[in-house]
């Protein structure tokens, strides 16, 4: 299974822009990326997803490397209800219904 | 909606007792599915189910049981629980399987086995 890797943990001011890097060297074509968030005492919670091109939505953006060997999930002003467990990862196509979660990155902010 | 839901929220067992965690969903999804979550620990799926009658394994079933009767319902049954088992459990549900489908997933268990 091709594997994620992120950051333990990040902190970001309140109001401002938050990266939140996510390293997948052995993805493949077809896989998609997927981000999820775990509010504290909640089950995980779908953020964005998508292939190649760059992604937006309510309530972040994508930014996907031109190699697919990384991404970011963008925060565009970063509030109190943002601090999260965020989760990157990969899934394949149809018939592998498998999500492998790593251990996420814990993002801390202040107000 | 309600979406997915799970009970209970909280359960203490003794070791070598059983009991069943209960998980439904009102979105008429076919995929179902179970997590276990440990401290600092991201998650691990027990067992899935691609439809009503079909179950199969994911990366930690050992010690867990699951059946699905009807679309809505996905009980997970542990059959004598042991402290390892201590963890929050999570239930989820999908439309389908396919790479943009998203999971929606239920509140959670926090079950504790002394």
């Known amino acids: 299974d091709a594997k994620t890797t992120q950051p333990n ?5 309140e109001e401002e822009p938050v990266h939140l890097p996510c390293n997948h060297s052995t993805i493949s074509g077809t896989d998609y990326i997927h981000w999820y968030r775990q509010l504290p005492s909640q089950g995980p919670e779908y ?3 998508g292939l190649t091109s760059n992604v937006n939505n309510r309530m972040a953006s994508l930014a996907i490397a031109e190699d697919r060997k990384s991404s970011t999930l963008i925060l565009h002003r970063a509030t ?3 601090a999260a467990v965020y989760y990157c990862i990969l899934r394949k196509p149809s018939g592998t219904y498998k999500y492998i979660f790593g251990t996420g990155t814990r993002l801390k902010v202040l107000a | 909606n309600a979406g997915v839901t799970q009970t209970p929220k909280f359960q ?6 059983s009991m069943t965690l209960q998980c439904a969903q009102d979105m008429n999804h076919e995929y179902m599915s179970w997590y276990r979550q440990d401290p600092g620990m991201g998650l691990r799926l027990i067992h899935y189910s691609v439809g009503a009658g079909i179950t199969d394994q994911g990366e930690v079933p050992n010690g867990y049981n699951v059946s699905r009767s009807t679309t809505e319902d996905f009980p997970l049954r542990l059959l004598s629980a042991a402290p390892s088992q201590t963890s929050v459990y999570f239930c989820a549900s999908s439309l389908g399987d396919s790479s943009t ?5 239920g509140p959670g268990t926090r079950l504790t086995v002394l």
């Open chain 1, 9 to 13: 943990s990040m902190e970001s001011n």
């Open chain 1, 47 to 49: 953020v964005i997803h």
């Open chain 1, 80 to 82: 109190l209800r943002d």
């Open chain 2, 12 to 17: 203490v067992l003794k070791t070598g007792q």
């Open chain 2, 101 to 105: 489908d998203t999971q929606y997933f």
